[in-house]
């Protein structure tokens, strides 16, 4: 029950204002491009590094939840160097990957 003189038309706007800001604030892909720096060959997240010349493939692998998120953030760092991927996502995530 709202308070008095307090509609629940303005509390449904603040709760969705929160909301929004949240979603934004968590969001999955900014947060993971945040954190990934590829300079070179020497691949950095967070705190650790390593050097990607060591490896013959990047295989980027996404599931669940923030998946296509994230999976398009692992493609912004490291482009064309990706030799396959896989992601996995509800039917209703509908957002657009890059691929062939």
Not at 26 to 40: H, Q, V
Not at 58 to 69: C, D, F, P, R, T
């Amino acid at each position: 029950m709202a308070p008095k003189g307090e509609p629940n038309g303005d509390r449904r706007q603040v709760a969705r204002a929160l909301h929004t800001e949240l979603i934004e604030l968590f969001d999955p892909e900014r947060l993971l491009a945040e954190r990934l720096d590829l300079d070179g060959s020497t691949l950095r997240f967070a705190t650790q590094s390593w050097d990607l010349s060591a490896y013959r493939k990047i295989v980027v692998l996404a599931l669940g939840k923030a998946s296509i998120k994230m999976a398009r953030a692992a493609e912004r760092c490291f482009g064309s160097a990706v030799t396959r991927g896989l992601v996995s996502a509800l039917p209703s995530s509908q957002c657009p990957l890059p691929g062939p």
